[in-house]
């Protein structure tokens, strides 16, 4: 827990991919992320600022039960590569073209940051480490917010 941000939630885990590959469907094909990822329903670029950095709307995927209604975010977000290592970053931001939309909750998230690069041991994997920040906003008990 940090001072006026709060909970982080941290992921660190190597993955059976190369680093290019994750690169590619995490910033390349982020428009298709719904497609295998089942937390996400759609995720649509706003506006490209320059070559690395977009704005972004995400809508999530409901929860079993619908324990956690609709959600989505306006997100900026930055990709950059030095050398083989890969740096994701993001937090939540407004956009003048997806205002509040009926019937989801605007949730936050961010800062968020996430570093990928192969593993010194073989080149195939890839360390994955996630440091993610998220207020899902609404009245929802922490015990629920930690599970989702």
Known sequence: VL??????????????????????ELVDN???MGEW????????????????TMITHEVSAETPGN??????????RCAKRRGSTCFLAGMSTQHPGMPEQKGFVRAENGP?????????EDPNKT???????????GWIPKTVINRV
């Open 3 to 24: 001072p006026d941000i709060g909970k982080i939630f941290k992921l660190e885990v190597m993955l059976e991919q190369k680093t290019d590959y994750l690169y590619e």
């Open 30 to 32: 982020m428009e298709q």
């Open 37 to 52: 990822n089942p937390n996400v329903k759609q995720v649509r670029i706003l506006q490209k600022i320059g070559q690395d």
């Open 67 to 76: 324990v956690v209604g609709p959600r989505d975010f306006v997100s900026v």
């Open 112 to 120: 968020t940051c996430i570093v990928m690069r192969p593993s010194g």
């Open 127 to 137: 360390k994955f480490t996630w440091l993610l920040s998220l207020d899902l906003k």
